[in-house]
């Protein structure tokens, strides 16, 4: 499905993402996890299309990134940290205008919006105007367009940032469903949620990828450590081990 080589990036002088390679089955619910300025965000961003990487390779469904982009993104349903939505229209509104703008028509739209909103929990938010929805049902938005045109691949940035505790359990059912039918792709650092969610996991490091793997191999390069450390927190000293100091694991 993804298959990522040497993939590097620049700001400037600054390099965000150093010669990161891994490749992510079909059907696959992976969490990108790291400190803020890790690179987790770029590396997603160039996944999407909407960064071109300044060297190495990306291919989603074997379609190069950089050869071939509108057939990439055709393929890709994007949610940044912030959602992109318009707060002076209705969700229904949006969703329809989102899904006509990437090649749908009206009937499919609407056979298609039914169906993602219901999916979402948005439906009986439909009829109001954006810019009156809460922090929870905006991030809800955001996938739904994010989700709208059936993609193969869902990225998500920070979907649970912001959200208070009852806020992040709805979306954590929410992303659980889309297990499957959707390739997905999460970056974000809260911890608990990745855990519940996201079946592989890819740490990185100052822009590069340090582990990649299940909670549970990622757990055994604790080694012994892991025996001395609670359950409920041991994901939590393997990403310490992992991006901090290591005394911190010890």
């Known amino acids: 499905m993804i298959e990522v080589e040497g993939l590097t990036k620049y700001y400037g002088r600054v390099r965000a993402v150093s010669d990161l390679t891994f490749s992510i089955p079909k059907g696959e619910t992976v969490g990108f996890l790291g400190l803020n300025g890790a690179g987790k965000s770029t590396a997603l961003k160039v996944l999407a299309g909407f960064l071109l990487p300044t060297a190495g390779s990306v291919r989603i469904e074997g379609h190069d990134v950089v050869a071939d982009p509108l057939r990439v993104r055709s393929r890709i349903g994007f949610l940044p940290e912030r959602p992109p939505l318009y707060d002076e229209m209705t969700a229904r509104d949006f969703l329809s205008y ?128 892991a025996s001395r450390i609670d359950a409920p927190n041991i994901l939590e000293a393997v990403f310490l081990h992992l991006v901090g100091p290591r005394e911190v694991a010890a």
């Open 98 to 225: 989102v899904g006509r703008l990437r090649g749908m028509g009206r009937a499919k739209v609407e056979l298609r919006m039914k169906t993602v909103m219901e999916r979402t929990g948005i439906a009986d938010h439909a009829d109001r105007l954006i810019e009156t929805l809460s922090l929870g049902y905006r991030k809800r938005l955001g996938i739904a367009q994010a989700i709208i045109h059936e993609p193969n691949l869902v990225i998500l940035d920070e979907p649970w940032s912001g959200l208070d505790p009852l806020q992040r359990r709805h979306m954590r059912t929410l992303l659980s469903g889309l297990r499957g039918e959707h390739t997905v792709l999460i970056a974000s650092h809260n911890l608990p949620e990745v855990r519940e969610t996201c079946g592989q996991l890819l740490v990185l490091r100052e822009g590069q990828l340090v582990a990649q793997g299940t909670e549970d191999e990622l757990v055994a390069q604790l080694g012994d450590d």
